[in-house]
């Protein structure tokens, strides 16, 4: 079953609350701006993420697979 409209953006900020406070050990943080209609999820990195060499890693290796995890018709996650 795949999820729309609130119930969707309601799971991905709760898998988002629980990779934060591995982000904001570092000084980082991650906002939530937008899934796409093709389950592309659009995030902001902020703090120490946003200028991080390992920002990439983070987002896919853990970011990422936590979403993908928890909401498996996601497609991808992309930082703008």
Known sequence: ???????????????????????????????????????VVKLRLLGTCSSCTMSRFTMKAGIEDSLKKAIPSITSVIAI
């Open 1 to 39: 079953m795949i999820e729309t409209g609130k119930d969707l953006r309601a799971k991905i900020e709760s898998t988002l609350e629980s990779v934060r406070p591995y982000l904001k050990a570092d000084g980082g943080d991650v906002e939530f701006i937008d899934v796409s209609d093709e389950m």
